[in-house]
């Protein structure tokens, strides 16, 4: 009789959706977005307005936040992932405090606990993703996801800088309050450790040997570079237009509204999707990668006329929405049930790698050439994947059939 009486709610968590996930990355989005623009002017006074030595300090925390990625599947093997989660989560705050109390010691060990928090948290929302969505319902679930992060990539680097400006701590503060919102929705969705996944042999003892799985399979590969080359270009965008804009005179202020006006655009996600399922997965990629770096190409003449090159990069920034909307899914549509959480690892591995990669190359480019240099490099790079995107099956991405036994 008394179990009668408990909401059915309770008594049975009901199957997470893809408006869930979507609210979960939202949350998420409010925490870096509102700290995005914050972090390098922190950074730069807390090491004495040494660039060189920021630069260091962003590539060492790279490297880390990449090999802790990786570590991440092997953690899960010693503590249930609703767990690892839920630290990946802790270390906002954590990184918060830290960041607050500043100093040139403290403040690059907070940035390097927001990174960390972000990878691990991305990995384990793309495991649960997995586990939960259906194949055919991953386009409408990444799409939903932009949707939901849109305003806070949107208002939140433009509001982060507006509150450290008024009050340092401020954007901290807040960051640490959405950090929290998303730890307590986490907990009320009750995703718990995901769906089991029973194996006929046991993990290799390696906590890395899941990368020789990855590297046999080519759509995981491209999957990846893709993503790769993705956040290469929006690391184009968001560092170098800036520094384009201060060189060439145009001022600060137009890299930071063409960078707002951007991220806008994720508003536009449901119409990016449609547009997408009517031509086709294969043939979306190919035309947002081609006509990106066709942008990004264009964007060298901006030596001769600067503006030219500020609406070039923006025009590049519309397919870059579009990549961001469905240029994951190949990856997750071609993750085996049975590696979710290795591959998933895998995949976060992208923006750690763009981070480290991006500014590597464009340091060898300006050795011999201006910043212009480093657009057409990118653009190259971009007309690789499209190419790459070419390899795909025409009818990759589409909702499968079943299949009937025909009467004899």
């Not at 707002?260 to 035309?287: D, E, V």
């Not at 469905?326 to 790698?353: I, N, Q």
């Not at 190259?380 to 079943?402: C, I, T, Y």
Request: charged share 10%.
């Amino acid at each position: 009789m008394l179990s009668r009486n408990i909401p059915e709610f309770v008594r049975h968590a009901p199957v997470p959706g893809v408006k869930g996930f979507a609210i979960l990355t939202g949350l998420d989005a409010s925490v870096r977005g509102i700290l995005i623009s914050v972090w390098p002017l922190v950074m730069y006074r807390a090491l004495e307005g040494d660039a060189a030595l920021v630069s260091l300090a962003y590539f060492v925390i790279g490297c880390v936040s990449l090999l802790t990625g990786l570590m991440v599947p092997w953690l899960s093997r010693f503590a249930p992932r609703r767990w690892v989660y839920t630290g990946g989560a802790v270390l906002y705050p954590a990184a918060g405090i830290l960041a607050i109390i500043g100093g040139p010691v403290l403040t690059p060990v907070a940035l390097l606990l927001s990174s960390l928090a972000t990878v691990t948290i991305f990995i384990c929302l793309n495991a649960y993703v997995m586990d939960y969505i259906a194949r055919h319902e991953l386009g409408h679930g990444e799409t939903l996801k932009m949707l939901y992060s849109a305003a806070s990539w949107a208002v939140g680097p433009l509001l982060g800088v507006f509150m450290w400006k008024y009050w340092e701590p401020l954007p901290f503060i807040f960051a640490m309050g959405f950090a929290l919102l998303l730890l307590a929705t986490f907990w009320f969705m009750r995703l718990g450790n995901g769906k089991l996944i029973t194996r006929a042999r046991a993990p290799a003892p390696n906590p890395l040997a899941y990368l020789g799985r990855f590297f046999r399979q080519p759509r995981l590969i491209a999957g990846w570079l893709f993503a790769v080359l993705r956040s290469a270009g929006w690391w184009v965008y968001v560092v170098y237009l800036p520094i384009f804009c201060l060189e060439t005179g145009l001022g600060d202020w137009i890299a930071s509204a063409a960078f707002t006006l951007s991220n806008a655009l994720l508003f536009t996600s449901p119409l990016i999707l449609r547009w997408m399922q009517r031509r086709g997965l294969r043939r979306a990629i190919q035309i947002a990668f081609a006509s990106c770096a066709g942008c990004f190409a264009l964007a060298a003449l901006g030596q001769l006329w600067p503006p030219a090159a500020v609406a070039a990069l923006f025009a590049g920034s519309i397919f870059l929405v579009m990549l961001d909307t469905f240029g994951g899914l190949p990856f997750l549509m071609s993750v085996k049930p049975a590696e979710r959480t290795e591959m998933s690892a895998v995949y976060s591995s992208f923006r750690d790698v763009s981070g480290i990669v991006t500014p590597g190359a464009a340091w060898l480019v300006l050795l011999v050439a201006p910043i212009s240099g480093v657009f057409v490099a990118c653009a190259a790079g971009l007309a690789m994947m499209a190419g790459v995107a070419g390899l795909m099956h025409p009818r990759f991405g589409e909702k499968r059939q079943p299949r009937f036994d025909q009467p004899a």
